[in-house]
């Protein structure tokens, strides 16, 4: 049962790795633009950072609570700015937005377990903690 917390770690961590090499793109720096993210050039490269840095964190459980945090600080702008499908007119679009709003939300939730609970017995923190310390 140990195994299902790498497991899961895998595959929370897996968007967030994969989305943030995305971030380096001048599509995405364009789409964010197109949403009236300021300073697009500086702040999607810069979210990409945190989105790998995190998902990384995640995955290896290593400073699993600061990688956490770090989702956390890149999700909530990225919901609030690229998903406010409470401005879009277009019904279709408008409910495309509020499903990404919805799955942000969700990690969000997840990313706030991993912040309190930590990444669990098969992970590098758990390693770090069982290491005696050397006088």
């Not at 990688?67 to 700015?81: K, Y």
């Not at 277009?90 to 799955?103: R, T």
């Not at 930590?118 to 758990?126: F, K, N």
């Amino acid at each position: 049962m140990k195994y299902l917390v790498p497991v899961g770690r895998l595959l929370f961590s897996y968007i967030f790795i994969m989305g943030g090499i995305h971030h380096f793109s001048s599509g995405m720096v364009a789409y964010a633009e197109s949403s009236g993210v300021p300073m697009a050039h500086i702040a999607v490269p810069l979210a990409g950072i945190l989105a790998i840095a995190g998902g990384l964190s995640i995955l290896l459980g290593y400073k699993t609570r600061y990688g956490a945090l770090l989702l956390i600080v890149f999700l909530i702008p990225v919901t609030l700015m690229m998903h406010a499908f409470w401005k879009v007119a277009d019904p279709n679009m408008a409910g495309l937005q509020q499903i990404m709003f919805m799955k942000n939300l969700a990690m969000i939730g997840g990313a706030i377990f991993l912040f309190h609970f930590g990444a669990g017995p098969v992970s590098l923190d758990a390693k770090c903690a069982a290491k005696p310390t050397q006088n």
